[in-house]
């Protein structure tokens, strides 16, 4: 399993119109083309410096094959609507993840 995490801080302007169009466009938009099998949306609980919030979006995908795929022929496009929308209002970052393993409490 892979986790494709994007971190994002978040402008105050713009916050509420962001974490809206993030749960209700963007988020089912990706997972829509297939290549995720779910999403999770989290605040990041530390201040930056910079001000703003912070989210984590990670998508779930079953192999980095198929992440490659999501990044050649979608992230190109999704990534020029975001910028389209928010332009400098929303700085983020991308990692690449690989569980392995999971524990839970017994």
């Keep these: 399993m892979i986790i494709y995490n994007i971190t994002s801080n978040v402008d105050l302007s713009i916050h509420e119109e962001w974490l809206d169009w993030m749960q209700h466009e963007h988020i089912p938009e990706s997972i829509a083309t297939g290549k995720f099998s779910k999403a999770r949306l989290v605040k990041v609980l530390v201040e930056e410096q910079m001000g703003g919030v912070t989210y984590a979006v990670q998508f779930y995908t079953e192999s980095k094959a198929a992440l ?7 992230a190109p496009r999704l990534r020029e609507r975001a910028h389209a929308r ?5 700085v983020s970052f991308r990692t690449e ?8 409490a017994v």
């Design 97 to 104: 993840l690989q569980i392995i393993s999971d524990h839970k």
């Design 68 to 74: 490659e795929q999501y990044q050649k022929e979608h």
């Design 86 to 90: 928010f332009g400098d209002k929303v």
